[in-house]
């Protein structure tokens, strides 16, 4: 039974001493959590300022990327695109160099997307309510009580990856974290623990707990954690084997032939089609497989370049959630070209300053200097 199914339980059977020792029993997690909070929490850039757009913005940019790759591209970014306005004025093409290197380029079309609905339907601010959160591109469940908890104060839970494996240790629920059930008594019970006089604080407190104490990776720090006594796995001794490991699906491995091709001072770029993996995004010419020297030369035919030079450049690999590129590189000096393929040329300081190329091909933006 849940905990908020026997609370009610508890009530109806009138047995009221039981439902305050349970009470009493909540507060007291919640206290010794945010009195550990108030001590611990990072300084981080959007925590002295929790306005309703500094906190979207850090939301977005938080999902599926480390807090210390997040810090320097949020003030980079607060700096030149100060408010929603602005953003919803954003060339496309700026708000990708902006976010270039954070990944998952999608966030970034939805935070537009979104800041364009929030300038037509709610006249320039963001709702504060969760509901409303949701029907804007890029805000989901937790999202949503992020930024309505932390902006706005109101009464929502924030459950993320990390707060689910805080609350499984912390409940004991050994069950499979991706099972709809496990997931929906998680949620049920971060409601009942929220404390309701700071919600915003409360949410943070459990994120911070999963980032410092309550790791994924490695051995939880048991020792140092505020709320130890009220762990359920740190009883059973079971904190090694919950949350539930599932086995990751093998990530799919592709190889690549990419190639710096320059004439005069100028470098073939290509924009990537509009759907799929970076999507939108500038990338230097390639070509699935490791080519042979005969089907290099066939390519760069296809794409009306003469070459003058052909030099290999060290292989490179990119990691993606689900696949990896393993690539080899050359550098093609060109003797004359055809305006016959969909390459643009772009100065090497332009490549820098304008188009947004992906971290994936940053081993071969790195060696510019020497083609
Ligand atoms: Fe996590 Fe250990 Fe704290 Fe339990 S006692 S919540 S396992 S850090």
């Given at each position: 039974?849940?905990?908020?199914?026997?609370?009610?339980?508890?009530?109806k059977m009138g047995i009221t001493s039981l439902y305050n020792k349970i009470m009493d029993k909540i507060q007291k997690f919640?206290?010794?959590?945010?009195?550990?909070?108030?001590?611990?929490?990072?300084?981080?850039?959007?925590?002295?300022?929790?306005?309703?757009?500094?906190?979207?913005?850090?939301?977005?940019?938080?999902?599926?990327?480390?807090?210390?790759?997040?810090?320097?591209?949020?003030?980079?970014?607060?700096?030149?695109?100060?408010?929603?306005?602005?953003?919803?004025?954003?060339?496309?093409?700026?708000?990708?160099?902006?976010?270039?290197?954070?990944?998952?380029?999608?966030?970034?079309?939805?935070?537009?997307?979104?800041?364009?609905?929030?300038?037509?339907?709610?006249?320039?601010?963001?709702?504060?309510?969760?509901?409303?959160?949701?029907?804007?591109?890029?805000?989901?469940?937790?999202?949503?009580?992020?930024?309505?908890?932390?902006?706005?104060?109101?009464?929502?839970?924030?459950?993320?990856?990390?707060?689910?494996?805080?609350?499984?240790?912390?409940?004991?629920?050994?069950?499979?974290?991706?099972?709809?059930?496990?997931?929906?008594?998680?949620?049920?019970?971060?409601?009942?623990?929220?404390?309701?006089?700071?919600?915003?604080?409360?949410?943070?407190?459990?994120?911070?707990?999963?980032?410092?104490?309550?790791?994924?990776?490695?051995?939880?720090?048991?020792?140092?954690?505020?709320?130890?006594?009220?762990?359920?796995?740190?009883?059973?001794?079971?904190?090694?084997?919950?949350?539930?490991?599932?086995?990751?699906?093998?990530?799919?491995?592709?190889?690549?032939?990419?190639?710096?091709?320059?004439?005069?001072?100028?470098?073939?770029?290509?924009?990537?089609?509009?759907?799929?993996?970076?999507?939108?995004?500038?990338?230097?010419?390639?070509?699935?497989?490791?080519?042979?020297?005969?089907?290099?030369?066939?390519?760069?035919?296809?794409?009306?370049?003469?070459?003058?030079?052909?030099?290999?450049?060290?292989?490179?690999?990119?990691?993606?959630?689900?696949?990896?590129?393993?690539?080899?590189?050359?550098?093609?000096?060109?003797?004359?070209?055809?305006?016959?393929?969909?390459?643009?040329?772009?100065?090497?300081?332009?490549?820098?300053?304008?188009?947004?190329?992906?971290?994936?091909?940053?081993?071969?933006?790195?060696?510019?200097?020497?083609v």
């Amino acid at each position: 039974m849940g905990i908020l199914c026997f609370l009610l339980f508890c009530l109806k059977m009138g047995i009221t001493s039981l439902y305050n020792k349970i009470m009493d029993k909540i507060q007291k997690f919640q206290q010794a959590l945010l009195n550990w909070y108030e001590g611990n929490a990072r300084i981080l850039p959007w925590r002295d300022d929790p306005s309703p757009y500094r906190v979207w913005i850090s939301e977005i940019m938080l999902q599926q990327t480390r807090v210390e790759a997040v810090k320097p591209y949020f003030e980079r970014f607060l700096q030149e695109v100060p408010a929603i306005l602005d953003l919803a004025a954003l060339p496309e093409d700026r708000l990708m160099k902006l976010w270039e290197g954070l990944g998952y380029y999608s966030r970034a079309r939805n935070l537009k997307k979104a800041a364009c609905m929030v300038m037509g339907q709610y006249h320039g601010r963001l709702p504060s309510d969760r509901k409303s959160l949701q029907t804007l591109p890029g805000i989901g469940p937790y999202t949503s009580g992020a930024i309505a908890s932390i902006a706005f104060g109101a009464k929502e839970p924030a459950v993320d990856g990390n707060v689910l494996r805080v609350l499984a240790r912390l409940s004991g629920n050994r069950g499979d974290l991706k099972d709809k059930t496990v997931r929906k008594d998680l949620n049920a019970l971060a409601a009942r623990l929220l404390f309701r006089q700071e919600p915003g604080n409360f949410n943070q407190a459990m994120m911070e707990l999963g980032a410092l104490l309550c790791i994924p990776n490695g051995r939880p720090k048991c020792g140092e954690c505020p709320v130890q006594s009220f762990c359920e796995a740190c009883h059973q001794d079971a904190v090694d084997q919950i949350p539930r490991k599932t086995r990751k699906a093998k990530r799919k491995m592709e190889n690549r032939t990419v190639f710096v091709i320059r004439f005069q001072d100028r470098i073939a770029l290509r924009k990537r089609q509009e759907q799929g993996l970076l999507s939108g995004l500038w990338e230097f010419p390639n070509r699935y497989g490791h080519l042979s020297p005969e089907e290099i030369g066939k390519v760069l035919t296809e794409w009306g370049i003469c070459p003058e030079t052909i030099t290999p450049l060290p292989d490179a690999k990119h990691v993606f959630s689900h696949l990896e590129w393993h690539m080899k590189g050359y550098a093609v000096r060109v003797r004359g070209r055809k305006e016959t393929c969909s390459f643009v040329w772009a100065r090497q300081e332009e490549i820098h300053h304008s188009y947004s190329v992906p971290s994936a091909f940053h081993a071969y933006l790195k060696a510019l200097g020497k083609v």
